[in-house]
């Protein structure tokens, strides 16, 4: 099978999955568990077709270019360690898809369920494949984006929703600090490469900026493992949904800052600085999550702990800067994975049988589930690393590492031992509480429900876990064995240590500690009988050491106090104030970088003022003065002298020979004078008043002030456009651009070439911004509508009665529909003809002024001109097409015309031209640009029209925005196009 077949699948399936269980119907349960496991089945079948590669020692690679100018491809990268955890991440996910379809209730939402865990299952495969550090990073926030979705599933309840906030808080802040490390670390190599980077470990190690890079990534790594100070997240991730909890802390979330600690380890370890800061996390988290697991009254909370101990012991692994440490690291992953997911899904049956997880309801459920029981007691045996389980191998060969550390510290030569020693027996505690609490003891009472074994096929993945527990427990070498062997050797190259996956070892120190530990786990467990019945929740020595309270501590002084006293000192709810900043940053910015760049007057001598252009300009400056002096008396003439400034532009444009920027400064003025006369009827009156009187010199003062920034801005760049202009055509970028716009970008309209090639990714990113703003106003306006008592608002169009009572000049029998109806006839008859120029200026885009953005504001202007006249409703009424959806076409049509370069083997938004031989009309040129700019035409339009429509039916002048109706919002939500 193709190398970029099994790649490219592995990443896109999942994600295809899921856009597909999103838009099933809200209940078919059925056909979204089907769907998840074809797509979780598929993608363990393409795992397994790359596997002869990776045993013999070889990666499977697949880049397709991105942007090769900034060393940034998309790249897949399967190596054996990859495999490993690409393996865990489709075959436990395939279990948990199968468990899921029988725990998830008919009354949830399923398929969103099933959508929110294969795009998770897709963003957790792209971290494990991922051939480029950058790359890496995304899928990494990716995983916390869609983690946050899953624990968050039942949004009805307060404790889903605290702990997805929570979740997300702390691993997207680790991901920002794992990104920034990312760049440091490019920056010391010289590539984000992952196998450039796995090369240059003498490079990094030495480099002066080896331990910020250090520091910051191992903060992304530790925040997302849950290690120490970072562990209390993971127990608040318990009220997400079981199947969710077992699949998060077997294979997936919590191993990604694990996965990331082993694939560096080669290039980043073997430090003091490593030693110290990832075995202490380590050390601490192993201890810390151990002991407080065994004091938990929740099943669940009990087990959360657990991994957090279990990912504490695998951190520490590899924090001994050993490579038998870092093979029982990678041994531990695959034990763990095994027995906890296994146990999550045991918990998950008893919740689903019983109806509770708390352990002081629970007891005797051996009688009335024995299947059940055995399974637990067998995975739970596996935990406590019991002998003749896989859990007791990588345990044994914890604790030889443990003895052979190489410090130069003594102290921690005799810590080690002990510290790994206490933790199992903590472990074999608590392990043995879950077990007779929950499976012992009398039949218990009071029950939700009456307890029962579940369906077989729920309990078929926990029995699939629990033979794997035991196979491996008995036969390492013949079941896991090749599989360790060839991550290890992927993970470590050449330096991969010999080591033993026998069962016996004979008497050795290590087996003597795995006996202590076993006896003084079950000592420990006895003893604590009296206080584990009495105790509330957690353990009674570290209550006032809560992570969650210290959280949200720090979020309420974050969010509240500190917050707040910016906000008191720096903000304000003004608008003026927040413009007067952004244009002071902006000057303050563009005066660095002036200051120590440098710009002065070119070669080129300027030749003299037109003198029609210079008495244009006067008529330009008259109207910014006249709009500035007037706003203060006359809102309406302010903003029609505000027109006549960017009139001026326009023309000023044409003069220098720019038709295109002409032409779209002409229509921009159209559309947003329009849009601010909407928005300029509903300002309140000016009341003149003593104190509006006393506050004129206040005012005068703010204007001079205001004067002067603008001075300070409109000179500065007139500064820099003089220096650009002055400067010799070899000294121009457009000479670049001019050169290479037909020959390489299919068009002879420069500037155009510019916005859907050249500089494509530029106009992708602003077409998104433009649709975001598009989405903020509707969402701010679309709870509102006008005051029915008013006569000034669009939909009086439609009260005929008491429009007719407003006019001034009614005369008897007059009517709107009389009034209106010759401007209301040619404006319809106008629609057809101003469309037609749209799709005239959108066609001839590429080789003559005109694009997509100016036809979709030209279309923009047929709609808002039917507005004017027919009214809101008449319009609205008659929209085939909402305008959420052409945006989102138009996003899928730019961002699509982009990928469909990676199919050809060229790099993202690579444009493609040639001619095609038409019958009569000959050689015709044709652009993949066009398709682009067909997505533009169709976001302008759509985000214009939204924005239309969010002001129509804002508040009515003078009057309090009244919240619309029931049926008003629902009217306004099917024209937006928002289902």
Same mark, same amino acid.
């Given at each position: 099978?193709?190398?970029? $077949?099994?790649?490219?699948?592995?990443?896109?399936?999942?994600?295809?999955? /899921?856009?597909?269980?999103?838009?099933?119907?809200?209940? !078919?349960?059925? /056909?979204?568990?089907?769907?998840?496991?074809?797509?979780?089945?598929?993608?363990?079948?393409?795992?397994?077709?790359?596997?002869?590669?990776?045993?013999?020692?070889?990666?499977?690679?697949?880049?397709?270019?991105?942007?090769?100018?900034? *060393?940034?491809?998309?790249?897949?990268?399967?190596?054996?360690?990859?495999?490993?955890?690409?393996?865990?991440?489709? *075959?436990?996910?395939?279990?948990?898809? +199968?468990?899921?379809?029988?725990?998830?209730?008919?009354?949830?939402?399923?398929?969103?369920?099933?959508?929110?865990?294969?795009?998770?299952?897709? !963003?957790?495969?792209?971290?494990?494949?991922?051939?480029?550090?950058?790359?890496?990073?995304?899928?990494?926030?990716?995983?916390?984006?869609?983690? %946050?979705?899953?624990?968050?599933?039942?949004?009805?309840?307060? !404790?889903?929703?605290?702990?997805?906030?929570?979740?997300?808080?702390?691993?997207?802040?680790?991901?920002?600090?794992?990104?920034?490390?990312?760049?440091?670390?490019?920056? =010391?190599?010289?590539?984000?490469?992952?196998?450039?980077?796995?090369?240059?470990?003498?490079?990094?190690?030495?480099?002066?900026?080896?331990?910020?890079?250090?520091?910051?990534?191992?903060?992304?790594?530790?925040?997302?493992?849950?290690?120490?100070?970072?562990?209390? @997240?993971?127990?608040?991730?318990?009220?997400?949904?079981?199947?969710?909890?077992?699949?998060?802390?077997?294979?997936?979330?919590?191993?990604?800052?694990?996965?990331?600690?082993?694939?560096?380890?080669?290039?980043?370890? *073997?430090?003091?600085?490593?030693? @110290?800061?990832?075995?202490?996390?380590?050390?601490?988290?192993?201890?810390?999550?151990?002991?407080?697991?065994?004091?938990?009254?929740?099943?669940?909370?009990?087990?959360?702990?657990?991994?957090?101990?279990?990912?504490?012991?695998?951190?520490?692994?590899?924090?001994?800067? #050993?490579?038998?440490?870092?093979?029982?690291?990678?041994?531990?992953? &695959?034990?763990?994975?095994?027995?906890?997911?296994?146990?999550?899904?045991?918990?998950?049956?008893?919740?689903?049988?019983?109806?509770?997880?708390?352990?002081?309801?629970?007891?005797?459920?051996?009688?009335?589930?024995?299947?059940?029981?055995?399974?637990?007691?067998?995975? !739970?045996?596996?935990?406590?690393?019991?002998?003749?389980?896989?859990?007791?191998?990588?345990?044994?060969?914890?604790?030889?590492?443990?003895?052979?550390?190489?410090?130069?510290?003594?102290?921690?030569?005799?810590?080690?031992?002990?510290?790994?020693?206490?933790?199992?027996?903590?472990?074999?505690?608590?392990?043995?509480?879950?077990?007779?609490?929950?499976?012992?003891?009398?039949?218990?009472?009071?029950?939700?429900?009456?307890?029962?074994?579940?369906?077989?096929?729920?309990?078929?993945?926990?029995?699939?876990?629990?033979?794997?527990?035991?196979?491996?427990?008995?036969?390492?070498?013949?079941?896991?064995?090749?599989?360790?062997?060839?991550?290890?050797?992927?993970?470590?190259?050449?330096?991969?240590?010999?080591?033993?996956?026998?069962?016996?070892?004979?008497?050795?120190?290590?087996?003597?500690?795995?006996?202590?530990?076993?006896?003084?786990?079950?000592?420990?467990?006895?003893?604590?009988?009296?206080?584990?019945?009495?105790?509330?929740?957690?353990?009674?020595?570290?209550?006032?050491?809560?992570?969650?309270?210290? %959280?949200?501590?720090?979020?309420?002084?974050?969010?509240?106090?500190?917050?707040?006293?910016?906000?008191?000192?720096?903000?304000?709810?003004?608008?003026?104030?927040? +413009?007067?900043? &952004?244009?002071?940053?902006?000057?303050?910015?563009?005066?660095?970088?002036?200051?120590?760049?440098?710009?002065?007057?070119?070669?080129?001598?300027?030749?003299?003022?037109?003198?029609?252009?210079?008495?244009?300009?006067?008529?330009?400056?008259?109207?910014?003065?006249?709009?500035?002096?007037?706003?203060?008396?006359?809102?309406?003439?302010?903003? =029609?002298?505000?027109?006549?400034?960017?009139?001026?532009?326009?023309?000023?444009?044409? @003069?220098?020979?720019?038709?295109?920027?002409?032409?779209?400064?002409?229509?921009?003025?159209?559309?947003?004078?329009?849009?601010?006369?909407?928005?300029?009827?509903?300002?309140?009156?000016?009341?003149?008043?003593?104190?509006?009187?006393?506050?004129?010199?206040?005012?005068?003062?703010?204007?001079?002030?205001?004067?002067?920034?603008? =001075?300070?801005?409109?000179?500065?760049?007139?500064?820099?456009?003089?220096?650009?202009?002055?400067?010799?055509?070899?000294?121009?970028?457009?000479?670049?651009?001019?050169?290479?716009?037909?020959?390489?970008?299919?068009?002879?309209?420069?500037?155009?070439?510019?916005?859907?090639?050249?500089?494509?990714?530029?106009?992708?990113?602003?077409?998104?911004?433009?649709?975001?703003?598009?989405?903020?106003?509707?969402?701010?306006?679309?709870?509102?509508?006008?005051?029915?008592? #008013?006569?000034?608002?669009?939909?009086?169009?439609?009260?005929?009665?008491?429009?007719?009572?407003?006019?001034?000049?009614?005369?008897?029998?007059?009517?709107?529909?009389?009034?209106?109806?010759?401007?209301?006839?040619?404006?319809?008859?106008?629609?057809?003809?101003?469309?037609?120029?749209?799709?005239?200026? $959108?066609?001839?885009?590429?080789?003559?002024?005109?694009?997509?953005?100016?036809?979709?504001?030209?279309?923009?202007?047929?709609?808002?001109?039917?507005?004017?006249?027919?009214?809101?409703?008449?319009?609205?009424?008659? &929209?085939?097409?909402?305008?959420?959806?052409?945006?989102?076409?138009?996003?899928? +049509?730019?961002?699509?015309?982009?990928?469909?370069?990676?199919?050809?083997?060229?790099?993202?938004?690579?444009?493609? %031209?040639?001619?095609?031989?038409?019958?009569?009309?000959?050689?015709?040129?044709?652009?993949?640009?066009?398709?682009?700019?067909?997505?533009?035409?169709?976001?302008?339009?759509?985000?214009?029209?939204? =924005?239309?429509?969010?002001?129509?039916?804002?508040?009515?002048? *003078?009057?309090?925005?009244?919240?619309?109706?029931?049926?008003?919002?629902?009217?306004?939500?099917?024209?937006?196009?928002?289902?």
């Amino acid at each position: 099978m193709p190398d970029a $077949l099994i790649l490219l699948s592995s990443i896109a399936l999942p994600f295809l999955g /899921a856009i597909v269980a999103g838009l099933l119907p809200t209940h !078919a349960r059925n /056909a979204a568990a089907w769907l998840a496991g074809a797509i979780a089945l598929s993608m363990l079948a393409f795992v397994w077709a790359a596997y002869p590669t990776v045993a013999d020692g070889g990666v499977v690679r697949h880049a397709i270019p991105w942007m090769p100018a900034l *060393g940034l491809d998309f790249s897949l990268r399967m190596d054996g360690f990859a495999w490993l955890f690409a393996g865990l991440v489709s *075959g436990v996910g395939a279990l948990v898809v +199968l468990y899921a379809r029988y725990y998830m209730s008919a009354e949830d939402p399923v398929p969103r369920f099933f959508a929110f865990l294969l795009a998770f299952m897709g !963003a957790m495969t792209g971290v494990v494949l991922s051939g480029n550090l950058v790359q890496l990073a995304f899928f990494w926030e990716l995983t916390s984006l869609f983690s %946050f979705l899953l624990i968050g599933y039942w949004h009805h309840t307060a !404790a889903a929703r605290e702990g997805a906030r929570m979740a997300l808080t702390v691993t997207a802040t680790g991901g920002l600090c794992l990104f920034a490390g990312v760049l440091v670390l490019g920056h =010391i190599v010289g590539s984000y490469d992952l196998d450039v980077v796995l090369a240059s470990g003498e490079r990094i190690r030495s480099h002066a900026l080896y331990l910020p890079a250090l520091i910051l990534i191992l903060l992304g790594a530790l925040t997302k493992s849950a290690q120490f100070p970072f562990h209390f @997240w993971l127990p608040q991730a318990m009220a997400a949904p079981t199947p969710v909890s077992a699949y998060l802390h077997s294979a997936t979330l919590v191993k990604a800052g694990v996965f990331l600690m082993a694939r560096l380890w080669p290039v980043m370890a *073997g430090t003091e600085a490593w030693f @110290w800061i990832v075995g202490t996390a380590g050390v601490a988290t192993l201890l810390l999550g151990a002991y407080v697991a065994i004091f938990q009254l929740d099943l669940k909370g009990l087990l959360a702990y657990s991994t957090i101990s279990h990912l504490g012991l695998i951190t520490l692994l590899l924090g001994l800067n #050993s490579e038998l440490a870092m093979v029982a690291a990678i041994f531990h992953i &695959l034990n763990h994975a095994t027995f906890k997911a296994s146990l999550f899904m045991a918990v998950g049956i008893i919740d689903h049988e019983t109806g509770t997880r708390d352990i002081r309801r629970l007891s005797g459920l051996n009688r009335s589930m024995p299947f059940t029981a055995r399974l637990a007691l067998v995975a !739970a045996a596996a935990m406590a690393g019991v002998p003749l389980l896989n859990g007791f191998l990588s345990k044994e060969m914890f604790f030889a590492e443990a003895l052979s550390a190489q410090t130069s510290q003594l102290f921690l030569l005799q810590i080690l031992p002990l510290a790994a020693t206490a933790a199992s027996a903590f472990s074999v505690a608590y392990s043995l509480r879950f077990i007779h609490g929950a499976f012992f003891g009398p039949d218990p009472t009071d029950l939700p429900r009456t307890p029962h074994e579940p369906p077989a096929w729920m309990r078929f993945p926990v029995e699939i876990l629990v033979l794997a527990c035991i196979i491996v427990g008995i036969l390492p070498a013949a079941t896991v064995g090749p599989f360790l062997d060839m991550a290890a050797h992927a993970a470590l190259g050449a330096a991969t240590p010999d080591y033993s996956l026998a069962v016996w070892h004979g008497f050795s120190l290590p087996l003597l500690m795995s006996f202590i530990a076993l006896t003084a786990g079950v000592a420990l467990y006895i003893g604590l009988q009296k206080q584990l019945r009495s105790a509330p929740d957690g353990p009674p020595m570290l209550r006032s050491f809560d992570g969650r309270r210290m %959280f949200e501590r720090a979020m309420v002084f974050l969010s509240w106090r500190l917050a707040r006293t910016l906000e008191r000192l720096l903000g304000t709810r003004r608008l003026q104030p927040q +413009l007067r900043l &952004l244009v002071c940053v902006a000057i303050l910015a563009g005066a660095i970088a002036v200051q120590v760049r440098g710009l002065g007057p070119g070669n080129v001598m300027p030749s003299g003022i037109d003198p029609v252009l210079a008495l244009v300009w006067v008529g330009g400056a008259a109207c910014a003065f006249g709009a500035a002096w007037l706003a203060k008396f006359h809102r309406l003439a302010a903003l =029609i002298l505000l027109g006549g400034t960017g009139l001026v532009t326009c023309v000023t444009f044409v @003069w220098f020979s720019a038709p295109d920027l002409a032409l779209t400064q002409l229509l921009v003025e159209v559309v947003t004078t329009i849009l601010l006369l909407l928005g300029l009827r509903w300002l309140p009156k000016r009341i003149d008043n003593p104190a509006t009187r006393q506050a004129e010199v206040v005012t005068l003062t703010r204007r001079l002030r205001d004067l002067t920034i603008a =001075i300070s801005a409109g000179a500065g760049m007139a500064g820099l456009a003089y220096g650009v202009m002055t400067r010799s055509p070899p000294e121009l970028l457009a000479q670049h651009f001019l050169a290479r716009a037909y020959t390489e970008g299919g068009g002879t309209n420069v500037v155009n070439v510019i916005l859907v090639d050249f500089r494509g990714f530029d106009t992708l990113g602003e077409i998104t911004v433009l649709a975001a703003v598009a989405l903020v106003a509707y969402a701010l306006l679309r709870r509102f509508r006008p005051a029915p008592d #008013s006569v000034e608002i669009p939909e009086q169009q439609r009260d005929q009665s008491a429009y007719d009572e407003a006019r001034p000049d009614r005369s008897e029998g007059d009517t709107v529909a009389d009034w209106l109806l010759v401007p209301s006839v040619l404006t319809r008859l106008l629609f057809p003809v101003i469309i037609l120029v749209a799709a005239y200026l $959108l066609l001839r885009g590429h080789d003559q002024p005109g694009g997509g953005f100016v036809a979709g504001l030209t279309a923009s202007i047929a709609i808002i001109l039917q507005y004017m006249i027919g009214g809101t409703h008449w319009v609205e009424d008659r &929209l085939r097409v909402p305008p959420l959806r052409w945006m989102g076409v138009g996003l899928l +049509l730019a961002a699509g015309t982009g990928l469909a370069a990676w199919f050809f083997g060229r790099p993202f938004m690579t444009s493609y %031209f040639s001619y095609l031989g038409l019958p009569l009309l000959g050689e015709v040129p044709t652009a993949s640009a066009l398709v682009f700019d067909i997505g533009v035409f169709a976001l302008v339009v759509g985000a214009t029209v939204l =924005i239309l429509i969010a002001l129509a039916h804002q508040s009515v002048r *003078g009057q309090r925005a009244v919240p619309r109706s029931s049926e008003g919002r629902a009217a306004a939500t099917r024209v937006a196009g928002d289902d």
